[in-house]
Every structure is written in C-alpha cells, then in structure tokens.
C-alpha cells in the first residue's frame, strides 16, 4: 500500500515525523514525503529534518509563499502531477495549513483516499485559515484521526460516519515525549542568559494579531507591564518581523527593554525554552498542547480555540487581545501548580503507532 505522506509549513514538521518512524513496523506500507515547499527557510524548515530526524522528501513541490489562492493553486497544480505519476493509494495530510486542504483536495478528485490526522477541530472562527482548511479537510476525508474529545463531537454533529473516525492522541505530542531528553541538552537558556522559569516565552504570527497596528501595539502595551516583571523571550515567524517593520512598530518594540525579538529556534531549543519558561505567551495551536504536556501555564492570546483540552486540564487561558484582560491571564498563570495540570487522554507518545495501525488495516 503505497501512501504518500504531506507536509508544507513548520507545524507539520512535528506532527509527521513520528508517524514516517511508525510505518517502518508494516512492511505493507510504502511511504513516500512530498514536501509541498510552503515554509522554505532553512529555521522554517531544514533545520526540523535534521533535528527530527525525518526522511529527506521523495521530492519538494517548491510552491513558496504567495497569497491564499495562488498558494493553494499552485500546490494543487504541482500536486496532481505527483499523485498521476506515484499512483498511490493514500495521501495522508496533517494539521490544518494550506497544504492540508490542497492536497487533500487533489487526492480525492483524482479518487485516492484521503486521511487526515489532527482531524476535527474547531475554533469555530471562519475567519481564521486555519478553520477553513479544517473544515474542508474533514468533510473530504476518508479516515479522521482525532487528538481530543471535543474534535469528536464537532465531526459527530456534522454528520461525519463514526466509522472512518478515530481517537488516537495527538502526533505532536508524540515527538515531544521522543525529544525531551535531547532538548535538556540544548544551551538555549545559557546562550539567552535565561534562569529557569524567571522569564516568559512569546509567539505571535496569526494575521488576526500582527496584521492590524491597533491590535499589535494594543499586545505590546501588555507586553511591556509583563516586561517589568520578566524577561519575554520573543523568537519571531518571519511574517510577524516583516510586520513589524511594515507597521512601523519596530521602535516602540525596542524601547520595552526587556522584550527580545530573537530568530525562530530550531524544535530542541523552543521546547527547552517552554519547558523552563515561567508562562507561555502564544497565539499558535500546537503551542497551546505543549505547554499542556510540559505543565507550563499558557496564556492565549485569541478569543477561542480549537484545542479546548488545553483549557479543561487547567494549563491554557484563553485572554483574546485586550491588554487588561491579558495582564489578568497572565497574573493568574502565575498560580498554576503546574502539577495540577492534566494530561488530556491518549497524549501518551503512541498516537503515531496507532494511526499506521489503522492504515495497515486498509491494505
Ligand atoms: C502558516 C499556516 C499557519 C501556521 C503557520 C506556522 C496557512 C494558511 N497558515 O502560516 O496555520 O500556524 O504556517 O508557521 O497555511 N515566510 C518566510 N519564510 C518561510 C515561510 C514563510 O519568510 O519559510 C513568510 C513569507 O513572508 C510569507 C509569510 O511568511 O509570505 C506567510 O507564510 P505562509 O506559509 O503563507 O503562512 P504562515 O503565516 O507561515
């Protein structure tokens, strides 16, 4: 059973490199990774590989960035091409960017069945990306692989057939268990001059957070009281730096003095920096669940979210984008024992062992 697997952009890099190692024990399986070329900075991209140590691609479509429609456009193009060549009977997508849904959509046009995994999530927010790919994805998929309950009720009320659903944990989750001792090797902390948990770690790219000065300078305002406390630790996506400097934000981002703007980390050097940080500051997805892994309180700096266990288990807060209402997230993250955080069910480091067990099924 030939199954091409996809990734494109940075968070998928996590999520599909246990699952490569998890087809090696069915000899039934015939693996290929096309990289759709979506995130192609070397911090965006080679360097998880490496680290991950996830096979080189069978080949790299090279899309690069544009806007949503051409991106997408152009991965399906490209796509296709590979599918009509490799004839395979899988394609498996991960996640929830755009090379999820335009290789899902190329797959089942063309007849081939189509898993996702990281299935069934909802922010229920249509302005986000992100949701639009989820959504698509889902309805055109035939296997669903689910990290959390809540993702199995949103595929039930849309009337997806339980059969082709499955909760099996979260992949990401599994690279995580497998990096932890490696990342404690990193020297980020001593590079940085960080002490453990005497600083906060900060992400941000969602285009709802860096695209508009209001709501930018609005999240700087609470920045800088946290700075007062402790340093913010800020590697930054390289669209949120291009931002920066479009929205002319770049000086007042300075004078906070001690927030600082770094490059993107590499896997093992972010994961060392959650791990130690006092609180995360995030508007990512996967960040929300490793933090909830780690026991590190996380404030989220959106309105929703579509990991909803992060909040159940006691970790994340939800704090949108006001400044006041983050200060007060961000005070109350400073009382979670991180003890008293849960750990969601099947987030055990084999949710990648599952998923190739079920596809093994299908051959
Ligand atoms: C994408 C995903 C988002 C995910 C994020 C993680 C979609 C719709 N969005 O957002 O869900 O959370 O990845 O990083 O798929 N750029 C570079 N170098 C790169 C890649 C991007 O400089 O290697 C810059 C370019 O200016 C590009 C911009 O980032 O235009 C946006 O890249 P894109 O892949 O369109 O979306 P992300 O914001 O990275």
């Known amino acids: 059973m030939r199954i091409i697997n996809i990734v494109g952009a940075r968070p998928n890099f996590m999520k599909i490199a246990p699952l490569m190692r998890a087809y090696t024990a069915h000899a039934e399986i015939e693996p290929l990774l096309i990289h759709t070329g979506q995130h192609y900075d070397h911090a965006m991209s080679r360097l998880f590989f490496d680290e991950l140590g996830i096979p080189r691609p069978d080949l790299n479509l090279e899309v690069g960035s544009a806007s949503h429609a051409v991106q997408t456009a152009e991965i399906m193009l490209r796509f296709e091409k590979v599918c009509l060549e490799r004839v395979p009977d899988w394609v498996v997508v991960v996640g929830d960017v755009n090379s999820t849904v335009a290789c899902g959509l190329v797959a089942v046009k063309l007849g081939i069945k189509l898993a996702h995994v990281e299935a069934g999530l909802r922010s229920f927010d249509r302005s986000m990306p992100e949701e639009v790919n989820r959504l698509l ?45 490696k990342a404690d090797a990193s020297r980020v902390l001593d590079d940085l001059g960080l002490d453990d948990r005497g600083f906060a770690a ?142 969601p069910p099947l987030w055990d480091g084999k949710a990648a062992e599952r998923i190739a067990g079920l596809l093994a099924r299908e051959a």
Do not use: W
Request: aromatic content about 4%; proline content about 5%; charged content about 25%.
């Open 202 to 343: 900060l992400t941000l790219h969602r285009p709802s957070n860096v695209d508009d000065s209001a709501i930018f300078g609005g999240l700087l305002d609470a920045f800088e009281e946290i700075a007062v406390q402790m340093p913010i630790i800020f590697p930054a996506h390289p669209r949120t730096v291009k931002q920066i400097d479009s929205l002319g934000l770049g000086d007042r981002l300075s004078a906070i003095e001690r927030l600082r703007v770094i490059d993107p980390l590499g896997y093992l050097d972010f994961l060392k920096l959650m791990a130690h940080a006092r609180v995360v500051l995030t508007d990512s997805g996967g960040i929300q669940e490793e933090t909830t892994i780690l026991k590190v309180p996380c404030v989220t700096l959106r309105e929703n979210t579509e990991r909803p266990v992060t909040c159940d288990v006691g970790g994340n807060q939800l704090a949108g984008i006001d400044p006041e209402r983050i200060l007060e997230a961000y005070r109350k993250a400073l009382t979670i024992v991180p003890e008293q955080i849960g750990t």
């Open 137 to 181: 994805t889902d309805s055109i998929s035939d296997l669903l692989f689910v990290t959390e309950d809540s993702g199995m009720r949103n595929l039930e009320q849309e009337g997806v057939a339980p059969a082709k659903v499955h909760l099996v944990g979260n992949v990401m989750i599994d690279t995580l268990l497998a990096n932890r001792e």
